[in-house]
């Protein structure tokens, strides 16, 4: 299984992006797929969760209401995120698990990571 993670750029303040993480190999729908997002000198932190089939979404009080987790029930899972302020600013990961977890020990496979700059 691999994970492919884009979508990232810089945006100003207030606007948005739509990050896209390709996984290829089969799918199961038991999947956890989560977003987190690594800021620079900062831990890397919990963004957003979902089950492959779309049931049991779960946000960071800090994105809550502005991010918004889907999957295409296809092979990609998205994370569309409104509002954006420059605290968003940060690496952002997609990953794999197979429990329900916000934990990234968790997830054993990880997208290699796109940019999100917010500008103020």
């Known amino acids: 299984v691999q994970l492919q993670a884009s979508g990232g750029g810089l945006v100003q303040a207030g606007g948005s992006l739509r990050l896209s993480c390709v996984v290829s190999?089969?799918?199961?729908?038991?999947?956890?797929m989560g977003w987190f997002r690594q800021a620079p000198g900062k831990d890397r932190e919990f963004v957003a969760l979902?089950?492959?089939?779309?049931?049991?979404t779960g946000y960071a009080d800090s994105v809550k209401g502005r991010f918004t987790i889907s999957t295409n029930n296809g092979n990609t899972v998205y994370l569309q995120m409104n509002s954006l302020k420059p605290e968003d600013t940060a690496v952002y990961y997609c990953?794999?698990?197979?429990?329900?977890?916000?934990?990234?020990?968790?997830?054993?496979?990880w997208g290699q990571g796109t940019q999100v700059t917010v500008s103020s």
């Open positions: 979902s089950r492959w089939n779309g049931r049991g």
């Open positions: 190999g089969r799918i199961f729908s038991s999947w956890v």
């Open positions: 990953a794999r698990a197979t429990s329900y977890s916000t934990f990234s020990s968790d997830y054993d496979r």
